[in-house]
């Protein structure tokens, strides 16, 4: 079992940036395609960003050019540098890292709240 642990949340004005993190009990990301998905109150979980094991990566129209997903293996810790932040971008980030048929892990989520 792997444990995903996210952090950098918090309250942020619009056009504000914030760094959430997602740390690894242990290695994982390399090996995984890992995603970062945000839910706003009343509404179903979207995917924001993802990246592969090869280093692709895919963001959300919503979010792309503003956001930026990243990893770093050496300290199992995925990142997602948001930019530019907007009222709309409000809501609890999950990252998860699966592989499919093999395992799919969640964090507990972060809260982003940007105020106008």
């Known amino acids: 079992q792997v444990q995903l642990v996210e952090s950098g949340g918090g309250l942020v004005q619009t056009g504000g940036s914030l760094r959430l993190s997602c740390a690894a009990s242990?290695?994982?990301?390399?090996?995984?395609?890992t995603n970062w998905y945000r839910q706003a109150p009343g509404k179903q979980r979207e995917l924001v960003a993802s990246?592969?094991?090869?280093?692709?990566?895919n963001y959300a129209d919503a979010v792309k050019g503003r956001f930026t997903i990243s990893s770093d293996n050496a300290k199992n810790t995925v990142y997602l540098e948001m930019n530019s932040l907007k009222p709309e971008d409000t809501a609890v980030y999950y990252c998860?890292?699966?592989?499919?048929?093999?395992?799919?892990?969640w964090g507990q989520g972060t809260q982003v709240t940007v105020s106008s």
């Open positions: 998860q890292a699966y592989r499919r048929g093999l395992w799919d892990y």
């Open positions: 990246v592969t094991t090869g280093g692709v990566t």
């Open positions: 242990r290695s994982i990301f390399s090996i995984s395609v």
